[in-house]
């Protein structure tokens, strides 16, 4: 980044195939939604450019691009996005399994239920899981993109997670 903002404006594409998916996966754990999550990931790219004099090369990139991530993610909401489809062949390679028709439908459902116990998390506890968990990101890095101390963060996801094991293993599931 430090190079695009130099003027090396090919680095960029470098920046956007490293990292265009891993944003997608984010935006997608977020909304739901291929197609906002695909512009969303544009908007993140634009935004580097736009705002590349703001990188410093003091912390490191990747906190910066969620940061940025999620200021655009924020924006989209406040502009009355509806972020409510579920799209469960998407996450079906994120659960795996056997090849049995029983085990996939089982799992399908799993997913499936997955992704409307995660919509039904505050936004703070599923933003901080999905960061922690999808994008695997490190709970100080994580507290830097979300601006909050690092024990917060720990408490979100251990709570998050803890609201999807209940959801999961009571009645609510079925």
Request: charged share 35%; hydrophobic share 40%.
């Amino acid at each position: 980044m430090l190079r695009v903002k130099a003027g090396d404006l090919d680095k960029m594409g470098l920046l956007f195939e490293r990292y265009n998916r891993p944003l997608f996966a984010f935006f997608y754990h977020m909304t739901h939604k291929r197609d906002v999550s695909e512009d969303l990931v544009q908007n993140v790219f634009y935004r580097m450019l736009k705002y590349k004099h703001t990188f410093t090369g003091e912390g490191e990139f990747r906190t910066w691009m969620y940061h940025l991530a999620r200021n655009i993610l924020n924006d989209s909401v406040k502009q009355n996005r509806s972020f409510d489809h579920y799209d469960v062949n998407e996450m079906a390679d994120k659960i795996g399994g056997g090849t049995l028709a029983d085990e996939s439908f089982e799992k399908k459902e799993d997913v499936d239920f997955l992704h409307k116990a995660m919509a039904g998390l505050s936004d703070d506890f599923r933003e901080a899981l999905v960061l922690s968990r999808f994008q695997e990101m490190k709970y100080d890095e994580i507290a830097k993109v979300l601006n909050i101390n690092e024990g917060t963060v720990k408490v979100r996801v251990h709570r998050a997670l803890g609201e999807l094991k209940k959801m999961f293993f009571t009645n609510e599931r079925r």
